[in-house]
């Protein structure tokens, strides 16, 4: 008997140098079989129909045919080939619209060589991926980074169901700090609430962040609009011999979403910060960080809230652990830095 068939593979952009780093790139997966490759958009319809392949990585800028409208072309003539669109473009008007249009996914080219592997994987497993470079973008235009196992834009998916929980790989603090203030700035702006459970570095920092943006964080933590815990106390609370108690976890976040005012035209809203996953990876707790992660989702369900974990890129090492896979498994979106 012979083995699982190769997962076959369009590669797609007019500059012929960053073809052959995409290429190099995926060679050693021995489950990946390029099958051709195409330098416009035109001849990568043309393929697509001819080969069906089960993944096409395209580029956005292409001549005679625009990989947004090549996206929704190939979608016609091959419609079980995912797409996911690699490309220096950063708009997330643009993605948005190659999302709604057949893609689930995308690498920005600055983030290639750490983020494809990772990007191809979930697109793979049908969920959507976006590298950190846009995911910034899109946190500064609406609360979520993207939603898993849908081709509607995002802005369509958040007025569905609020409900997203995203997960952010980070290299070094600057960068997580960047995105949390503008997750809870943003919330805070539009007179949401929010929750964060961080170390005490972190909070420190993020306040002052959050200050600087010209929110006045006294009303709002007097208005319980803001309310900041320390990640390590959290656990404390609710872990019990080295796993989440199910009672205790609710009890604590039920409290505090409870305790968030509701807006006079849309109810409560919250966005909720977390590192507490975070420092169970680092204490090597594997089977109490996702044990958290299912409570978090089951809390996702419960509440009208919006969730960003955390993840220091040191406590593993993405694409090579079984745990990493389970942790991204777990989240509608996630991406690195």
């Not at 106390?233 to 796993?243: H, R, S």
């Not at 006079?264 to 910060?273: D, E, H, L, Q």
């Amino acid at each position: 008997m012979g083995g699982r068939a190769p997962i076959r593979v369009l590669v797609v952009d007019d500059f012929e140098p960053f073809r052959r780093l995409i290429v190099d790139i995926l060679k050693n997966r021995s489950e990946l079989q390029i099958v051709s490759e195409a330098s416009d958009g035109s001849d990568a319809v043309e393929k697509a129909r001819q080969l069906q392949p089960d993944l096409v990585l395209l580029d956005i800028g292409l001549p005679k045919l625009n990989g947004i409208e090549a996206s929704r072309r190939i979608k016609e003539i091959s419609p079980l080939s995912r797409i996911l669109l690699v490309s220096q473009l950063l708009s997330a008007d643009v993605v948005h619209e190659g999302l709604r249009l057949g893609a689930t996914g995308f690498v920005a080219k600055l983030d290639v060589t750490k983020d494809l592997h990772i990007g191809v994987n979930a697109v793979l497993r049908g969920e959507t991926f976006f590298s950190r470079a846009l995911a910034g973008h899109l946190l500064a235009r609406t609360r979520v980074v993207s939603s898993k196992l849908t081709l509607d834009s995002v802005s369509q998916q958040r007025r569905k169901t609020h409900r997203h929980h995203s997960a952010g790989f980070y290299s070094d603090d600057s960068h997580l700090l960047d995105d949390v203030s503008q997750f809870v700035g943003n919330a805070l702006m539009a007179e949401d609430n929010a929750i964060v459970m961080a170390t005490e570095a972190h909070r420190e920092r993020l306040l002052l962040r959050l200050q600087v943006r010209g929110l006045d964080m006294n009303a709002a933590i007097q208005q319980k609009r803001y309310a900041a815990l320390d990640a390590s106390d959290a656990l404390q609370a609710f872990m019990v011999d080295g796993l989440p108690d199910r009672t205790r976890f609710f009890a604590l976040l039920g409290d505090l979403l409870n305790a968030a005012p509701e807006v006079p035209t849309a109810g409560r809203r919250v966005v909720v910060f977390g590192e507490c996953v975070d420092m169970l990876c680092t204490q090597g707790n594997d089977e109490g960080a996702l044990q958290l992660e299912k409570l978090g989702n089951q809390m996702i369900m419960a509440y009208n809230i919006d969730v960003l974990c955390g993840y220091s890129l040191d406590s593993f090492q993405p694409g090579t652990g079984n745990t990493f896979e389970k942790i991204c498994a777990e989240h509608t979106a996630y991406y690195s830095h």
